[in-house]
């Protein structure tokens, strides 16, 4: 079994707590990444609504980098 079953519960802390989502493979090797197609089953495997699930993806991770890059 894999991190994956909690994803569930961490969705709901974070939507208590305001906090943004991003979708995380934990990749350990190249083969282990995420395709968009695979990220978007992950989100809704842990209850994310579309909206957010769109910005997990499209918009909070580049968010992040930026403020990472300032």
């Known amino acids: 079994m894999g991190h ?9 802390v974070a939507r208590k707590a305001g906090a943004a989502m991003v979708i ?3 990749a350990h090797a190249p083969e282990n990444l ?4 695979a990220a978007r089953v992950v989100a809704k495997g842990a209850g994310m609504t ?3 699930t769109e910005r997990a993806i499209n918009v909070t991770p580049f ?4 403020r990472i890059r300032r």
């Open 4 to 12: 994956n079953i909690t994803n569930g519960h961490v969705v709901s």
């Open 24 to 26: 995380d493979s934990d």
């Open 34 to 37: 995420m395709d968009e197609a």
């Open 50 to 52: 579309d909206d957010e």
């Open 63 to 66: 968010e992040a980098i930026r």
